[in-house]
């Protein structure tokens, strides 16, 4: 594989977690909801940024499982 083949994939699997990542589910909107209503003592940002990390984490770890396992391209 050329070198601008692999950067054009890397690049197509940054915008397929970042647009993946954002799509929240229902326990993570869930679990938003209980942190900032019912356990009030940790900032808001702080709470929003960690799950948007999540998310993305999520995303990446999703593509790398299905890339290893051999499936076709998501």
């Given amino acids: 594989m050329e070198q601008t083949e692999r950067n054009e ?3 197509a699997n940054r ?3 970042r647009m993946t990542a954002l799509v929240p589910s229902v326990p993570e909107i ?6 900032i209503l019912i ?7 702080f709470i929003i940024a960690w799950s948007l ?9 999703t593509i ?4 290893r396992r051999g499936y076709p391209q998501l």
């Fill in 64 to 67: 790398c499982h299905y890339k």
């Fill in 9 to 11: 994939s890397k690049g």
């Fill in 39 to 45: 356990l009030p003592p940790t900032q808001k940002p």
């Fill in 53 to 61: 990390w999540r998310r993305r984490h999520q995303a990446a770890a």
């Fill in 30 to 35: 869930r679990y938003l909801l209980a942190r």
């Fill in 15 to 17: 915008r397929l977690i």
